[in-house]
């Protein structure tokens, strides 16, 4: 079993404070929601445990069975098995899906020991199948031109061939018809299991009715403000944030002011 532990995390962007405390572990064979309004920090949580360099982390550590992520430069941090579909994946000219794959996928990999291309090839197809992919998406230059649906379901077959120990997944539903949400689900249940654990961030129950969170989070104000189970998730479908505020007696959720 592999962990995940993020503890007290506290980030900055440019001179503003984001994120004020951060606590959240993740094992393997777990998958979790983190849910939450807008401008809550969700986001910049991703961003900060894969080494985006705008994002400065001024206190508290994060690591993976125990090892500092934060000393990590962005390709150690993949290598060690991190993996991250950003909310809006960049798109590559010049560099066609395939090539990006494999060169992704060998840069893991200790020289001398990079995957055959035959290997490459059946696995990419296979898994372009489990995920309804055209087949010439793979030689189409990098996001370029892909449809928002089309962008969202090449983050989850770069998941499923590069196999990360850990994936966060920033809303990967979003702007998915229902046939691409279940077609994405299919994906990220498959890869289920002792090697991989998930965060998934998300604004809809919709996406958890297909992957069954073991942990829902609700973030606010730059922390993980409440947790539980999958049913906080449903409560939240039907009555909103508002209780969690006025339980925890916070005003603004956002990080803009803190109350
Ligand atoms: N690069 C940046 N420069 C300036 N402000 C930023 C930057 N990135 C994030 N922020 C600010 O940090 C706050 C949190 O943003 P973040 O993207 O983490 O929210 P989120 O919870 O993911 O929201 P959403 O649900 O809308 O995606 C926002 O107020 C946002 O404007
Ligand atoms: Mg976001």
């Given at each position: 079993?592999?962990?995940?532990?993020?503890?007290?995390?506290?980030?900055?962007?440019?001179g503003?404070?984001?994120?004020?405390?951060?606590?959240?572990t993740?094992n393997?064979?777990?998958?979790?929601?983190?849910?939450?309004?807008?401008?809550t920090?969700?986001?910049?949580?991703a961003?900060?445990?894969m080494?985006?360099?705008k994002?400065e982390?001024t206190?508290?550590?994060v690591?993976?069975?125990?090892?500092?992520?934060l000393?990590?430069?962005?390709d150690?941090?993949?290598?060690a098995?991190?993996?991250?579909?950003?909310q809006?994946?960049?798109?590559?000219?010049?560099?066609?899906?395939?090539?990006?794959?494999?060169?992704?996928?060998?840069s893991?990999?200790?020289?001398?020991?990079?995957?055959?291309?035959?290997?490459?090839?059946?696995?990419?197809d296979?898994?372009?199948?489990?995920?309804?992919?055209?087949?010439?998406?793979?030689q189409?230059?990098?996001?370029?031109?892909?449809?928002?649906?089309?962008?969202k379901r090449n983050?989850?077959?770069?998941l499923?061939?590069l196999?990360p120990?850990?994936?966060?997944l920033?809303?990967?539903?979003?702007g998915?018809?229902i046939d691409?949400?279940k077609?994405?689900?299919?994906?990220?249940?498959?890869?289920?299991?002792?090697?991989?654990?998930?965060?998934i961030i998300?604004?809809?129950?919709?996406?958890?009715?297909y992957?069954t969170?073991?942990?829902?989070?609700?973030m606010?104000?730059?922390?993980v403000?409440?947790?539980?189970?999958?049913?906080?998730?449903?409560?939240?479908?039907?009555q909103?944030?508002?209780w969690?505020?006025e339980e925890?007696?916070i005003?603004?959720e956002?990080?803009?002011?803190?109350?």
């Open positions: 079993m592999s962990t995940l532990e993020i503890k007290g995390l506290h980030v900055e962007i440019e503003k404070e984001i994120l004020k405390g951060v606590d959240l993740i393997t064979n777990e998958i979790h929601a983190v849910m939450g309004p807008n401008g920090g969700k986001s910049t949580l961003s900060a445990i080494g985006h360099p994002y982390v206190a508290g550590t690591t993976l069975d125990g090892e500092d992520v000393e990590m430069e962005v150690e941090r993949a290598k098995g991190l993996f991250l579909a950003m809006y994946p960049s798109e590559i000219s010049g560099v066609t899906n395939a090539d990006f794959l494999r060169s992704a996928i060998n893991q990999r200790e020289e001398g020991d990079e995957v055959s291309l035959m290997k490459f090839i059946r696995e990419l296979s898994k372009m199948e489990t995920l309804e992919m055209d087949q010439e998406m793979a189409r230059y990098l996001n370029e031109g892909f449809s928002g649906g089309e962008k983050e989850i077959l770069q499923m061939m196999k120990k850990f994936a966060i920033d809303e990967i539903d979003s998915l018809d691409a949400l077609v994405v689900s299919k994906g990220v249940n498959e890869m289920r299991g002792e090697n991989f654990g998930c965060l998300t604004h809809y129950q919709r996406l958890l009715n992957i969170p073991d942990k829902v989070h609700v606010m104000q730059g922390r403000v409440k947790s539980g189970g999958p049913e906080l998730a449903q409560k939240l479908e039907a909103g944030y508002d969690i505020k925890l007696g005003e603004d956002t990080v803009g002011q803190e109350a």
